[in-house]
Protein backbone atom coordinates (compact mmCIF):
# COMPACT_ATOMS: atom_id res chain seq x y z
CA UNK A 1 0.00 0.00 0.00
CA UNK A 2 1.28 3.43 -0.77
CA UNK A 3 2.55 5.16 2.12
CA UNK A 4 0.91 8.33 3.68
CA UNK A 5 3.68 10.44 2.29
CA UNK A 6 3.43 8.86 -1.17
CA UNK A 7 -0.14 9.86 -0.73
CA UNK A 8 0.25 13.49 0.05
CA UNK A 9 3.18 13.93 -2.97
CA UNK A 10 0.17 12.19 -5.54
CA UNK A 11 -2.50 14.80 -4.12
CA UNK A 12 -0.34 17.86 -4.31
CA UNK A 13 0.83 16.82 -8.11
CA UNK A 14 -2.57 16.36 -9.04
CA UNK A 15 -4.15 19.45 -7.49
CA UNK A 16 -0.87 20.98 -9.11
CA UNK A 17 -2.09 19.65 -12.54
CA UNK A 18 -5.78 20.85 -11.95
CA UNK A 19 -4.52 24.64 -10.95
CA UNK A 20 -2.83 25.31 -13.92
CA UNK A 21 -4.84 23.01 -16.99
CA UNK A 22 -8.43 23.49 -15.69
CA UNK A 23 -8.84 25.68 -12.88
CA UNK A 24 -11.27 28.58 -13.65
CA UNK A 25 -8.27 30.93 -13.77
CA UNK A 26 -6.43 28.84 -16.08
CA UNK A 27 -6.26 31.66 -18.79
CA UNK A 28 -4.93 34.33 -16.69
CA UNK A 29 -1.39 34.90 -17.50
CA UNK A 30 1.39 34.35 -15.13
CA UNK A 31 4.01 32.13 -13.91
CA UNK A 32 3.36 28.13 -14.23
CA UNK A 33 4.57 27.60 -10.79
CA UNK A 34 2.78 30.26 -9.31
CA UNK A 35 -0.50 28.82 -10.45
CA UNK A 36 0.38 25.38 -9.68
CA UNK A 37 0.85 25.78 -6.01
CA UNK A 38 0.21 29.18 -3.09
CA UNK A 39 3.73 28.28 -1.70
CA UNK A 40 5.64 29.66 -4.93
CA UNK A 41 4.20 33.06 -3.43
CA UNK A 42 4.36 32.55 -0.08
CA UNK A 43 8.20 32.04 -0.70
CA UNK A 44 9.02 34.96 -2.66
CA UNK A 45 6.87 37.19 -0.17
CA UNK A 46 8.88 35.99 2.72
CA UNK A 47 12.02 36.50 0.89
CA UNK A 48 11.33 40.00 1.10
CA UNK A 49 11.02 40.56 -2.85
CA UNK A 50 7.99 40.14 -3.92
CA UNK A 51 6.83 43.24 -4.90
CA UNK A 52 9.89 43.74 -7.17
CA UNK A 53 9.22 40.24 -8.84
CA UNK A 54 5.64 41.22 -8.94
CA UNK A 55 6.13 44.16 -11.00
CA UNK A 56 8.49 42.56 -13.15
CA UNK A 57 5.74 40.26 -13.79
CA UNK A 58 3.26 42.96 -14.53
CA UNK A 59 5.39 44.42 -16.95
CA UNK A 60 6.28 40.92 -18.56
CA UNK A 61 2.73 39.56 -18.45
CA UNK A 62 0.54 42.75 -18.55
CA UNK A 63 -2.18 44.72 -16.10
CA UNK A 64 -3.23 41.11 -14.46
CA UNK A 65 -0.84 38.29 -13.12
CA UNK A 66 -1.82 34.88 -11.80
CA UNK A 67 0.09 35.15 -8.77
CA UNK A 68 -1.54 31.91 -6.77
CA UNK A 69 -4.02 29.34 -8.16
CA UNK A 70 -6.98 31.37 -6.92
CA UNK A 71 -5.87 34.81 -6.96
CA UNK A 72 -4.76 37.75 -9.20
CA UNK A 73 -3.25 40.76 -9.33
CA UNK A 74 -3.86 44.26 -11.12
CA UNK A 75 -2.07 47.25 -11.91
CA UNK A 76 -4.56 48.99 -13.52
CA UNK A 77 -6.47 51.75 -11.93
CA UNK A 78 -9.71 50.78 -12.76
CA UNK A 79 -9.75 47.92 -10.42
CA UNK A 80 -9.91 50.30 -7.87
CA UNK A 81 -13.34 51.00 -8.17
CA UNK A 82 -14.27 47.43 -9.73
CA UNK A 83 -13.58 45.85 -6.57
CA UNK A 84 -12.77 48.75 -3.32
CA UNK A 85 -15.34 50.78 -4.15
CA UNK A 86 -19.27 50.51 -2.95
CA UNK A 87 -22.05 49.23 -5.61
CA UNK A 88 -25.48 49.94 -4.70
CA UNK A 89 -27.37 47.19 -4.69
CA UNK A 90 -24.67 44.64 -5.07
CA UNK A 91 -22.77 42.46 -3.10
CA UNK A 92 -19.08 43.70 -1.64
CA UNK A 93 -15.69 42.62 -2.35
CA UNK A 94 -14.72 41.62 1.37
CA UNK A 95 -11.39 41.47 2.84
CA UNK A 96 -9.55 38.10 2.09
CA UNK A 97 -10.46 36.06 5.42
CA UNK A 98 -7.14 34.01 4.54
CA UNK A 99 -5.55 37.28 4.36
CA UNK A 100 -7.03 39.24 7.25
CA UNK A 101 -7.18 38.58 10.90
CA UNK A 102 -9.26 39.80 13.81
CA UNK A 103 -7.39 40.78 16.67
CA UNK A 104 -8.38 38.76 19.94
CA UNK A 105 -11.32 37.78 16.76
CA UNK A 106 -12.88 40.90 17.51
CA UNK A 107 -13.47 43.09 15.23
CA UNK A 108 -12.02 46.43 14.00
CA UNK A 109 -12.11 48.89 10.95
CA UNK A 110 -8.95 46.98 10.07
CA UNK A 111 -10.49 43.55 9.81
CA UNK A 112 -15.01 43.46 9.88
CA UNK A 113 -18.40 42.99 8.12
CA UNK A 114 -19.91 45.65 6.19
CA UNK A 115 -22.32 46.77 9.00
CA UNK A 116 -19.54 46.37 11.98
CA UNK A 117 -17.45 48.79 9.99
CA UNK A 118 -19.72 51.20 8.51
CA UNK A 119 -21.11 51.52 12.49
CA UNK A 120 -17.54 51.77 14.00
CA UNK A 121 -16.07 54.28 11.20
CA UNK A 122 -19.17 56.23 11.98
CA UNK A 123 -18.34 56.72 15.74
CA UNK A 124 -14.37 56.54 15.06
CA UNK A 125 -14.25 59.41 12.21
CA UNK A 126 -15.44 62.08 14.67
CA UNK A 127 -11.65 61.42 16.43
CA UNK A 128 -10.04 62.22 12.43
CA UNK A 129 -12.79 65.00 11.77
CA UNK A 130 -11.26 68.69 10.66
CA UNK A 131 -12.60 69.75 13.97
CA UNK A 132 -10.53 66.65 15.94
CA UNK A 133 -7.54 68.06 13.77
CA UNK A 134 -8.02 71.62 14.58
CA UNK A 135 -7.96 70.55 17.98
CA UNK A 136 -5.27 68.19 18.17
CA UNK A 137 -2.49 70.80 16.23
CA UNK A 138 -1.51 71.88 19.50
CA UNK A 139 -0.02 68.57 20.22
CA UNK A 140 1.41 67.77 16.90
CA UNK A 141 3.40 70.94 16.94
CA UNK A 142 4.30 70.25 20.58
CA UNK A 143 6.15 66.82 18.90
CA UNK A 144 7.09 68.45 15.40
CA UNK A 145 9.44 71.85 17.95
CA UNK A 146 10.61 68.73 20.23
CA UNK A 147 11.83 67.09 17.33
CA UNK A 148 13.67 70.08 15.98
CA UNK A 149 14.96 71.45 19.65
CA UNK A 150 16.35 67.46 19.92
CA UNK A 151 18.39 67.50 17.16
CA UNK A 152 19.66 70.61 17.48
CA UNK A 153 21.26 68.65 20.22
CA UNK A 154 22.52 65.98 18.74
CA UNK A 155 23.87 67.44 16.26
CA UNK A 156 26.40 69.42 18.59
CA UNK A 157 28.98 66.55 17.91
CA UNK A 158 28.92 66.85 14.53
CA UNK A 159 28.47 63.62 13.17
CA UNK A 160 25.97 62.12 11.27
CA UNK A 161 22.74 60.79 12.86
CA UNK A 162 19.78 58.43 11.64
CA UNK A 163 17.10 60.08 10.95
CA UNK A 164 14.83 57.36 10.05
CA UNK A 165 14.82 56.34 13.87
CA UNK A 166 14.34 60.31 15.01
CA UNK A 167 11.55 59.59 12.52
CA UNK A 168 10.47 57.00 14.31
CA UNK A 169 10.02 58.24 18.07
CA UNK A 170 8.49 61.22 16.50
CA UNK A 171 5.59 59.81 15.34
CA UNK A 172 5.30 57.17 17.87
CA UNK A 173 5.55 59.25 20.88
CA UNK A 174 2.81 61.83 18.60
CA UNK A 175 0.63 58.46 18.48
CA UNK A 176 1.02 57.46 22.14
CA UNK A 177 0.27 60.87 23.32
CA UNK A 178 -2.90 60.81 20.84
CA UNK A 179 -4.01 57.19 21.41
CA UNK A 180 -3.50 57.24 24.85
CA UNK A 181 -2.51 60.11 26.73
CA UNK A 182 0.90 58.34 27.29
CA UNK A 183 3.64 60.19 25.44
CA UNK A 184 6.34 57.17 25.14
CA UNK A 185 9.44 60.04 25.81
CA UNK A 186 11.60 58.28 22.95
CA UNK A 187 12.65 62.10 21.40
CA UNK A 188 13.30 63.10 24.53
CA UNK A 189 15.67 59.96 26.00
CA UNK A 190 17.00 59.50 22.23
CA UNK A 191 16.44 55.89 22.98
CA UNK A 192 13.53 53.76 21.73
CA UNK A 193 10.68 52.40 23.79
CA UNK A 194 10.59 48.22 23.66
CA UNK A 195 7.38 48.79 21.73
CA UNK A 196 8.57 51.00 18.63
CA UNK A 197 11.38 47.92 18.43
CA UNK A 198 8.55 45.31 18.04
CA UNK A 199 5.98 47.16 15.90
CA UNK A 200 7.17 45.96 12.69
CA UNK A 201 8.19 42.22 13.66
CA UNK A 202 4.55 42.24 15.34
CA UNK A 203 2.99 43.30 11.98
CA UNK A 204 5.28 40.40 10.24
CA UNK A 205 4.08 38.01 12.48
CA UNK A 206 0.62 38.49 11.74
CA UNK A 207 0.84 38.83 8.15
CA UNK A 208 3.20 35.39 8.26
CA UNK A 209 -0.23 33.88 9.89
CA UNK A 210 -2.17 34.72 6.98
CA UNK A 211 0.45 33.03 4.27
CA UNK A 212 0.00 30.06 6.75
CA UNK A 213 -3.53 30.05 6.49
CA UNK A 214 -3.60 29.94 2.55
CA UNK A 215 -1.64 26.50 2.59
CA UNK A 216 -4.31 23.42 2.97
CA UNK A 217 -2.60 20.87 4.25
CA UNK A 218 0.50 22.66 5.57
CA UNK A 219 -0.74 25.09 7.50
CA UNK A 220 0.47 23.35 10.91
CA UNK A 221 3.64 23.05 9.10
CA UNK A 222 3.72 26.28 7.78
CA UNK A 223 3.30 27.84 11.38
CA UNK A 224 5.96 26.05 12.85
CA UNK A 225 8.15 27.81 10.50
CA UNK A 226 7.47 31.11 11.37
CA UNK A 227 10.05 32.74 13.92
CA UNK A 228 9.09 32.18 17.29
CA UNK A 229 10.30 35.96 17.95
CA UNK A 230 7.87 37.34 15.73
CA UNK A 231 4.84 35.63 17.24
CA UNK A 232 6.07 36.45 20.58
CA UNK A 233 6.71 40.27 20.16
CA UNK A 234 2.90 40.09 18.07
CA UNK A 235 1.30 38.63 21.86
CA UNK A 236 3.08 41.12 23.62
CA UNK A 237 2.06 43.87 21.06
CA UNK A 238 -1.65 43.19 21.98
CA UNK A 239 -1.68 42.78 25.43
CA UNK A 240 0.35 46.28 25.97
CA UNK A 241 -2.06 48.03 23.71
CA UNK A 242 -4.86 46.30 25.23
CA UNK A 243 -3.49 47.76 28.87
CA UNK A 244 -2.52 50.81 27.26
CA UNK A 245 -6.19 51.59 26.24
CA UNK A 246 -7.74 50.24 29.39
CA UNK A 247 -6.22 52.53 31.26
CA UNK A 248 -6.79 55.70 29.02
CA UNK A 249 -10.70 54.86 29.49
CA UNK A 250 -10.14 55.08 32.89
CA UNK A 251 -8.68 58.43 32.82
CA UNK A 252 -11.24 61.49 33.12
CA UNK A 253 -10.19 63.97 30.92
CA UNK A 254 -11.40 66.28 27.88
CA UNK A 255 -8.05 66.27 26.24
CA UNK A 256 -8.73 66.47 22.74
CA UNK A 257 -6.98 62.74 21.60
CA UNK A 258 -8.79 60.21 19.91
CA UNK A 259 -9.99 58.20 22.94
CA UNK A 260 -11.77 61.43 24.14
CA UNK A 261 -13.77 61.91 21.19
CA UNK A 262 -14.57 57.95 20.46
CA UNK A 263 -15.95 57.71 24.46
CA UNK A 264 -18.03 61.29 24.06
CA UNK A 265 -19.59 59.99 21.03
CA UNK A 266 -20.13 56.79 22.30
CA UNK A 267 -22.17 57.78 25.37
CA UNK A 268 -24.90 58.72 22.92
CA UNK A 269 -24.34 56.81 19.56
CA UNK A 270 -23.61 53.39 21.93
CA UNK A 271 -21.45 52.00 18.81
CA UNK A 272 -18.44 50.33 20.10
CA UNK A 273 -17.98 47.68 22.70
CA UNK A 274 -15.20 47.93 25.46
CA UNK A 275 -13.57 45.01 23.60
CA UNK A 276 -13.91 46.81 20.01
CA UNK A 277 -12.22 50.01 21.34
CA UNK A 278 -9.58 48.09 22.20
CA UNK A 279 -9.11 46.19 19.30
CA UNK A 280 -9.39 49.25 17.45
CA UNK A 281 -6.46 51.29 19.19
CA UNK A 282 -4.18 48.07 18.89
CA UNK A 283 -4.41 49.57 15.04
CA UNK A 284 -3.62 52.60 15.57
CA UNK A 285 -0.60 53.01 16.70
CA UNK A 286 1.01 51.18 13.58
CA UNK A 287 -1.39 52.13 11.47
CA UNK A 288 0.01 56.03 12.20
CA UNK A 289 3.08 55.70 13.37
CA UNK A 290 5.00 53.07 11.73
CA UNK A 291 3.41 54.45 7.91
CA UNK A 292 3.61 57.97 8.15
CA UNK A 293 7.36 57.72 9.70
CA UNK A 294 8.27 55.43 6.88
CA UNK A 295 6.67 57.95 4.18
CA UNK A 296 8.85 60.87 5.79
CA UNK A 297 11.99 58.41 5.64
CA UNK A 298 11.81 57.51 2.15
CA UNK A 299 10.46 61.20 0.68
CA UNK A 300 13.80 62.55 2.73
CA UNK A 301 16.02 60.39 0.55
CA UNK A 302 14.10 60.48 -2.60
CA UNK A 303 14.86 64.52 -1.83
CA UNK A 304 18.27 64.23 -1.14
CA UNK A 305 19.26 61.77 -3.89
CA UNK A 306 17.14 64.82 -6.43
CA UNK A 307 19.49 67.87 -5.70
CA UNK A 308 16.58 70.01 -7.90
CA UNK A 309 13.50 68.39 -6.52
CA UNK A 310 15.29 69.34 -2.90
CA UNK A 311 16.08 72.77 -3.57
CA UNK A 312 12.96 73.71 -5.06
CA UNK A 313 11.22 72.47 -2.03
CA UNK A 314 13.12 74.07 0.28
CA UNK A 315 12.58 77.88 -1.15
CA UNK A 316 9.36 77.35 -1.05
CA UNK A 317 9.40 76.50 2.44
CA UNK A 318 12.13 79.27 3.44
CA UNK A 319 9.81 81.81 1.33
CA UNK A 320 6.77 80.87 2.51
CA UNK A 321 7.63 81.39 6.19
CA UNK A 322 9.26 84.28 8.39
CA UNK A 323 9.60 82.24 11.80
CA UNK A 324 9.22 78.51 12.81
CA UNK A 325 6.29 79.28 14.56
CA UNK A 326 4.13 80.42 10.97
CA UNK A 327 4.79 76.35 10.51
CA UNK A 328 1.38 74.46 11.24
CA UNK A 329 -1.08 72.34 9.45
CA UNK A 330 -3.01 74.97 7.69
CA UNK A 331 -0.74 77.59 6.76
CA UNK A 332 1.25 74.43 4.80
CA UNK A 333 -1.93 72.87 3.27
CA UNK A 334 -2.31 74.47 0.58
CA UNK A 335 2.03 74.78 -0.42
CA UNK A 336 1.94 73.34 -3.71
CA UNK A 337 5.22 71.74 -3.98
CA UNK A 338 5.64 70.36 -0.95
CA UNK A 339 2.02 68.53 -1.76
CA UNK A 340 3.37 67.49 -4.77
CA UNK A 341 6.67 65.98 -3.04
CA UNK A 342 4.31 64.17 -0.46
CA UNK A 343 2.08 63.02 -3.64
CA UNK A 344 5.41 61.60 -5.13
CA UNK A 345 6.80 60.18 -2.18
CA UNK A 346 3.90 58.00 -1.58
CA UNK A 347 3.55 57.03 -5.10
CA UNK A 348 7.60 55.85 -5.57
CA UNK A 349 7.63 54.65 -2.08
CA UNK A 350 3.98 53.53 -0.56
CA UNK A 351 3.93 53.24 3.34
CA UNK A 352 2.59 49.45 2.52
CA UNK A 353 3.91 47.76 -0.50
CA UNK A 354 1.88 44.79 -0.09
CA UNK A 355 -1.08 43.09 -1.81
CA UNK A 356 -4.76 44.10 -0.40
CA UNK A 357 -6.76 41.48 -0.96
CA UNK A 358 -10.48 41.08 -2.03
CA UNK A 359 -13.06 38.18 -2.64
CA UNK A 360 -15.26 38.37 -5.36
CA UNK A 361 -18.82 37.66 -3.90
CA UNK A 362 -20.22 34.25 -4.51
CA UNK A 363 -22.39 34.96 -7.05
CA UNK A 364 -19.11 36.42 -9.70
CA UNK A 365 -18.44 39.52 -10.92
CA UNK A 366 -16.79 41.63 -13.28
CA UNK A 367 -13.70 42.99 -12.90
CA UNK A 368 -11.79 44.93 -15.49
CA UNK A 369 -14.04 44.38 -18.08
CA UNK A 370 -13.76 40.52 -17.33
CA UNK A 371 -15.95 38.39 -15.34
CA UNK A 372 -14.74 36.25 -12.32
CA UNK A 373 -15.70 33.13 -10.44
CA UNK A 374 -17.12 33.92 -6.93
CA UNK A 375 -14.38 33.24 -3.89
CA UNK A 376 -11.71 34.65 -6.71
CA UNK A 377 -8.76 36.52 -4.48
CA UNK A 378 -8.16 39.89 -6.11
CA UNK A 379 -5.78 42.54 -5.13
CA UNK A 380 -3.96 45.25 -5.91
CA UNK A 381 -0.18 45.74 -4.99
CA UNK A 382 0.53 49.05 -4.11
CA UNK A 383 4.10 49.09 -5.30
CA UNK A 384 3.36 47.46 -9.06
CA UNK A 385 0.61 49.40 -9.69
CA UNK A 386 2.42 52.93 -8.72
CA UNK A 387 5.75 51.61 -10.84
CA UNK A 388 4.41 50.32 -13.80
CA UNK A 389 5.09 51.90 -17.25
CA UNK A 390 1.26 51.61 -18.05
CA UNK A 391 0.46 54.29 -15.66
CA UNK A 392 4.02 56.28 -15.29
CA UNK A 393 5.97 57.94 -17.42
CA UNK A 394 9.36 57.48 -15.61
CA UNK A 395 7.53 55.34 -13.33
CA UNK A 396 11.06 54.67 -11.15
CA UNK A 397 12.23 58.63 -10.70
CA UNK A 398 10.79 61.04 -8.00
CA UNK A 399 9.14 63.95 -10.22
CA UNK A 400 6.71 66.24 -8.08
CA UNK A 401 5.97 68.15 -11.06
CA UNK A 402 4.05 65.31 -12.71
CA UNK A 403 1.59 66.65 -9.95
CA UNK A 404 1.45 69.91 -11.08
CA UNK A 405 0.30 69.46 -14.69
CA UNK A 406 3.86 69.10 -16.19
CA UNK A 407 3.08 68.56 -19.66
CA UNK A 408 5.62 65.98 -20.02
CA UNK A 409 3.34 63.57 -17.82
CA UNK A 410 0.44 64.80 -19.16
CA UNK A 411 -0.68 60.71 -19.75
CA UNK A 412 0.12 60.08 -16.40
CA UNK A 413 -2.57 58.12 -14.75
CA UNK A 414 -2.51 59.95 -10.98
CA UNK A 415 -5.65 57.88 -9.88
CA UNK A 416 -3.31 54.59 -9.94
CA UNK A 417 -1.61 55.93 -7.08
CA UNK A 418 -3.83 55.21 -4.04
CA UNK A 419 -1.57 54.91 -1.41
CA UNK A 420 -4.11 55.28 1.60
CA UNK A 421 -6.44 52.84 -0.50
CA UNK A 422 -9.79 53.26 -2.00
CA UNK A 423 -13.59 53.44 -1.05
CA UNK A 424 -15.76 52.75 2.43
CA UNK A 425 -12.53 51.39 4.07
CA UNK A 426 -9.75 53.29 2.99
CA UNK A 427 -7.66 55.04 5.65
CA UNK A 428 -9.28 56.90 7.73
CA UNK A 429 -6.01 58.88 9.50
CA UNK A 430 -5.48 60.13 5.44
CA UNK A 431 -5.91 63.64 6.37
CA UNK A 432 -4.11 63.33 10.16
CA UNK A 433 -1.01 61.63 7.89
CA UNK A 434 -1.21 64.70 5.23
CA UNK A 435 -1.40 67.00 7.91
CA UNK A 436 1.78 65.26 10.20
CA UNK A 437 3.87 65.14 7.08
CA UNK A 438 3.35 68.59 5.90
CA UNK A 439 4.52 69.66 9.20
CA UNK A 440 7.06 67.53 9.84
CA UNK A 441 8.95 67.74 6.50
CA UNK A 442 8.44 71.86 7.07
CA UNK A 443 9.72 72.19 10.44
CA UNK A 444 12.58 69.53 9.17
CA UNK A 445 14.04 71.80 6.03
CA UNK A 446 12.95 75.53 7.55
CA UNK A 447 15.80 74.76 10.25
CA UNK A 448 18.39 72.47 8.37
CA UNK A 449 20.38 71.38 5.86
CA UNK A 450 20.53 68.27 5.11
CA UNK A 451 23.38 65.84 3.26
CA UNK A 452 23.32 62.47 3.00
CA UNK A 453 26.06 60.13 3.75
CA UNK A 454 27.81 57.64 1.80
CA UNK A 455 27.07 54.51 2.90
CA UNK A 456 23.16 55.66 2.42
CA UNK A 457 23.62 56.97 -1.37
CA UNK A 458 22.11 53.11 -1.74
CA UNK A 459 19.96 53.23 0.63
CA UNK A 460 16.71 51.35 -1.56
CA UNK A 461 15.51 49.42 -3.39
CA UNK A 462 15.37 46.98 0.19
CA UNK A 463 13.34 44.31 0.89
CA UNK A 464 9.65 44.26 2.27
CA UNK A 465 7.66 41.54 3.85
CA UNK A 466 4.00 43.74 4.35
CA UNK A 467 6.27 46.62 5.31
CA UNK A 468 9.26 48.06 4.33
CA UNK A 469 12.57 46.63 6.29
CA UNK A 470 14.59 49.79 6.00
CA UNK A 471 17.82 49.94 6.87
CA UNK A 472 19.33 53.27 8.87
CA UNK A 473 18.65 56.44 6.61
CA UNK A 474 22.14 58.58 7.80
CA UNK A 475 22.30 62.14 6.95
CA UNK A 476 24.32 64.89 8.35
CA UNK A 477 22.14 67.88 9.76
CA UNK A 478 23.81 71.73 9.51
CA UNK A 479 21.17 74.51 11.58
CA UNK A 480 20.60 77.25 8.87
CA UNK A 481 22.27 80.33 9.75
CA UNK A 482 19.89 83.41 9.06
Given amino acids: MPSDNSKVFVYYVSLGIYNVWFHPLRDYPGPALNAATRLTWSFQVISGRS ?37 SGKAQFQKDPLHYQKHDKTPSLHVSSDADHTRMRRLISHAFSDKALRDQEAIMKQYSDLLVKRLHEVIRSGGPIDIKQWYKWTLFDLFGDLCFN ?23 AFYYL ?3 RRIPGLQNLMMKAIPKK ?34 KHNETEKALSVAEIRSNTNVLIPGGS ?26 EIRSTFTGSDEINISNTAGMEYLN ?30 KWLPGGTSVCVAPYPMMRSTRNFKDPDAFIPERW ?34 RLVLSK ?22 VIWDSPPLHVKLHPVKR
Avoid at 60 to 67: L, T
Avoid at 364 to 369: F, I, M, N, R
Avoid at 405 to 432: E, H, M, V, W
Wanted: charged share 20%; proline share 7%.
Fill in 210 to 212: GLA
Fill in 51 to 87: QFLLSQLHEKYGDIVRIGPNELSYTTSKVWKDVYQSH
Fill in 230 to 263: KTEQAAWHSEFSRNLADKRMAMKTDRPDFMSFIL
Fill in 340 to 369: AVINEGLRVYPPVPSNMPRVVPKEGAVVCD
Fill in 404 to 437: LKDPQYATDDLGASQPFSFGPRNCIGKNLAHAEM
Fill in 182 to 204: QPFGCLQSGQSHPWVDILGESIQ
Fill in 290 to 315: ETTSTFLTGATWNLLQNPSKYDRLVK
Fill in 444 to 465: ILWHFDLELMPESANWFPHKMI
